[in-house]
């Protein structure tokens, strides 16, 4: 990536911009494979903007949708921070579960990984699970900003 300071407000380091980058990554699903593989991401500073597009072919398992790959940790700042961002989808009307729908991609603190955040009738803090998905006819679209702790 291309390296540069750039200076805001100030020109102590507490205001220096020090890191500017972009470029691609590899996404891996924690069950079964995707149909496409690679994100895209911009890096300013500690701040990550990372987006990817996903095609579920194991939708039998009733683990967590998990993308692994995050160019870089998500930064938790000891508190079990999380990043949400935002998610559209292809062919997912077809998602089960009475109430179940995506709402977000959340990134959780201290992570290289994405889940898909729902709102579910008496459920808290759900996440989409492979089985949610009642076809392999399916593609997500992700995107999300987090700040990395590198």
């Known amino acids: 990536g ?3 300071s750039l200076f805001l407000g100030g020109t102590s380091s507490a205001n220096e911009c020090h890191d500017y980058e972009e470029g691609s990554f590899t996404m891996s699903l924690s069950q079964g494979s995707n149909t496409s593989n690679s994100g895209r991401y911009v890096k300013i500073g500690t701040m990550v903007l990372a987006a990817g597009d996903i095609s579920l072919d194991n939708i039998s398992s009733g683990s ?3 993308i692994n790959g995050l160019p870089f940790t998500s930064d938790g700042g000891g508190v079990g921070r999380s990043y949400n961002g935002a998610i559209r989808g292809y062919n997912c009307s077809n998602i089960s579960g009475s109430g179940m729908r995506p709402t977000n991609a959340v990134i959780h603190g201290d992570n290289t990984n994405v889940q898909f955040g729902t709102f579910e009738s008496a459920q808290a803090w759900s996440m989409m699970a492979y089985n949610d998905f009642t076809s ?3 593609a997500v679209r992700w995107s999300c900003v987090y700040k990395s702790n590198d």
Request: aromatic letters at 0%; charged letters at 0%; zero cysteines.
């Open 136 to 138: 392999t006819n399916n």
């Open 2 to 4: 291309i390296i540069m």
């Open 64 to 66: 967590t949708v998990q």
